[in-house]
């Protein structure tokens, strides 16, 4: 939906310029079960879901 938003403004508006952000800790931040349960609104697969829960939680360096 961002890109769509971002689309719509580029091609109806007079644009000087575009930021584009990367929110550090993002996954720290969020709750991690509500966004578990809005997946859960859009991905029928259990095992997906599962994979998805995992990824907050994931050591990376």
């Given amino acids: 939906m961002a890109l769509d938003a971002v689309h719509t403004v580029i091609t109806n508006q007079h644009v000087n310029w575009v930021l584009d952000a990367d929110i550090p800790s993002f996954f720290d ?15 029928a697969d259990p095992r997906i879901l599962q994979l998805i829960g995992l990824w907050p939680r994931a050591d990376v360096l």
């Avoid at 931040?29 to 991905?43: N, Q, T, Y």
């Fill in 29 to 43: 931040s969020v709750d991690h079960e509500w966004l578990l349960r809005m997946g859960a609104h859009r991905i």
